[in-house]
Nanobody, 119 residues
Framework: QVQLVESGGGVVQAGGSLRLSCAAS????????MGWFRRAPGKEREFVAS????????YYGNSVKGRFTISRDNPKNTVYLQMSSLKPEDTAVYYC????????????WGQGTQVTVSS
């Protein structure tokens, strides 16, 4: 089992920045690829970013490319999402997720953290 706890959400004005953190515990963090997803009210869950165990492979959703940066600190068992140039449409609950490198499906999820961007 892997436990994931997100933090860093809040209210920010459009154009501002926030950094989300996701602390992992329970298993060897290095064995897991990590991802960030979000769900806005009335919308389906959306992929935001992912990072492999070493940080050498990173993907971003089209809506956040150039504005968000995912990173990880394996000794601290933590993955981060630096969000810049925030827009009101970035308002959502942001979830951290983990999957074994050999598995395609994310099977561990955090409880989510709310990000609200005011115009």
């Amino acid at each position: 089992q892997v436990q994931l706890v997100e933090s860093g959400g809040g209210v920010v004005q459009a154009g501002g920045s926030l950094r989300l953190s996701c602390a992992a515990s329970g298993r060897t963090f290095n064995n897991y690829a990590m991802g960030w997803f979000r769900r806005a009210p009335g919308k389906e869950r959306e992929f935001v970013a992912s990072i492999n165990w070493s940080g050498s492979t990173i993907y971003y959703g089209n809506s956040v490319k150039g504005r968000f940066t995912i990173s990880r600190d394996n000794p601290k068992n933590t993955v981060y999402l630096q969000m810049s140039s925030l827009k009101p449409e970035d308002t959502a609950v942001y979830y951290c997720a983990a999957r074994m490198e050999s598995v395609l499906t994310y099977n561990y999820w955090g409880q989510g953290t709310q990000v609200t961007v005011s115009s």
